[in-house]
């Protein structure tokens, strides 16, 4: 989607929910507020992204951790309420970055207390995340060929 320099915020909300509910199906409301979501919460932050006279940043560690289950949830619905498995296919595909923030955290959560408690909760996470992604069918998410599953997810080579 573009922004179209002519176009009212209530007409851009309008062609987004009705794209959403093109490829996503009925639980397209699920999707629209994590959308919403995800740009409140990243509104919050000032960093380096220019957007709506103010510099933002992506989303905090911290938030999130605050937020993971929120969002994740929302993303579990829009999958339930699909109509068909091509749509769920492509909530899944969505479902990828809440999952990166997911191995993020757990890696983090690793690489502070070096404990071997929390590299094997990061290693069977990153186990059922590869699997996810294989389950996909999708050639274009397979995993990468340098995956690691004791490497800091950033370096992963997405």
Not at 4 to 20: C, Q
Not at 43 to 55: D, G, L, Q, R, T
């Amino acid at each position: 989607l573009a922004w179209n320099p002519d176009m009212t915020e209530a007409e851009f909300n309008e062609t987004v929910n009705s794209m959403l509910k093109t490829q996503y199906g009925s639980g397209w409301t699920y999707l629209r507020e994590y959308i919403d979501t995800v740009e409140e919460l990243s509104s919050e932050n000032e960093w380096h992204i220019w957007y709506k006279n103010s510099w933002n940043d992506m989303i905090t560690e911290q938030q999130w951790r605050d937020n993971l289950d929120y969002l994740s949830g929302l993303l579990d619905k829009a999958c339930e309420y699909a109509d068909t498995d091509e749509m769920k296919n492509g909530v899944k595909k969505l479902m990828l970055q809440v999952l990166y923030a997911e191995a993020n955290l757990l890696y983090s959560d690793y690489k502070a207390s070096g404990s071997e408690e929390d590299l094997a909760e990061f290693r069977e996470f990153s186990k059922n995340y590869i699997q996810f992604i294989d389950d996909l069918n999708d050639d274009s998410f397979n995993h990468p060929e340098n995956w690691a599953e004791s490497k800091d997810p950033s370096e992963w080579g997405w």
